[in-house]
């Protein structure tokens, strides 16, 4: 099992920038940490991820903005988050891949974003 908790959310104006935070906790072996967010009224999207290695990919349209890093010892990832828009606001949820392919979602953070 795999447990992981978000921080970092909240309230911040257009233009400014935010840096979330996740952390894993168990004994399974993680290869793949991410991040998504859901929008109000649209479906969860990915944003980015980071593998064990360090290799990065970025969703297309989350690309210039917003950097993922990860600490492989802490067993965290995070996201850098950059001249925000009120366009990204959302929930924002880590997610979690073991070695074994099962997936792990935190219970996410709010981020507003307000112009």
């Known amino acids: 099992q795999v447990q992981l908790v978000e921080s970092g959310g909240g309230l911040v104006q257009a233009g400014g920038s935010l840096r979330l935070s996740c952390a894993a906790s168990?004994?399974?072996?993680?290869?793949?940490m991410g991040w998504y967010r859901q929008r109000p009224g649209e479906q969860r999207e990915p944003i980015a991820s980071?593998?064990?290695?360090?290799?990065?990919t970025y969703a297309d349209s989350m690309k210039g903005r917003f950097t993922i890093s990860r600490d492989n010892a802490k067993k965290a990832v995070y996201l850098q988050m950059n001249s925000l828009t009120p366009e990204d606001t959302a929930v924002y949820y880590c997610?979690?891949?073991?070695?074994?392919?099962?997936?792990?979602w935190g219970q996410g953070t709010q981020v507003t974003v307000s112009s």
């Open positions: 980071a593998l064990r290695d360090g290799s990065t």
């Open positions: 997610a979690a891949r073991t070695f074994g392919g099962a997936k792990y």
């Open positions: 168990g004994t399974i072996f993680i290869n793949d």
